[in-house]
Nanobody
Framework: VQLQASGGGLVQAGGSLRLSCAASRFYFESHGMGWFRQAPGKEREFVACVNWDGSNTDYADSVKGRFTISRDNAKARVYLQMNSLKPEDMGVYFC?????????????????WGQGTQVTVSS
């Protein structure tokens, strides 16, 4: 199983980034997917999740209306479009996969994790 996150970088407050997570070596369509982030000195926190076919999504309150999670099963990828970025959105963003097809805001139920991609927002 491999999850490769990319798309992070440095952006000014108010800007946008699109994260991508490429999945390989497992049956992507049978997994719910999630994005989590971790800022220095803080616990890993939930950002967004999506179920196996993209029909159901969930977001942390702090990102609702600004972030959008989506997936392309044909490409085995999950995306996180991040708009109106704020300094408090900074951190390492991780994608995760959960067997069974449902996403979840609970990091403990995910089976596979990617290595993370750094997002830095300057004020």
């Amino acid at each position: 199983v491999q999850l490769q996150a990319s798309g992070g970088g440095l952006v000014q407050a108010g800007g946008s980034l699109r994260l991508s997570c490429a999945a390989s070596r497992f049956y992507f369509e049978s997994h719910g997917m999630g994005w989590f982030r971790q800022a220095p000195g803080k616990e890993r926190e939930f950002v967004a999740c999506v179920n196996w076919d993209g029909s159901n999504t969930d977001y942390a309150d702090s990102v609702k209306g600004r972030f959008t999670i989506s997936r392309d099963n044909a490409k085995a990828r999950v995306y996180l479009q991040m708009n109106s970025l704020k300094p408090e959105d900074m951190g390492v963003y991780f994608c995760a996969a959960r067997r069974g097809g449902l996403g979840s805001p609970d990091a403990r139920v995910y089976d596979y994790w990617g290595q993370g991609t750094q997002v830095t927002v300057s004020s």
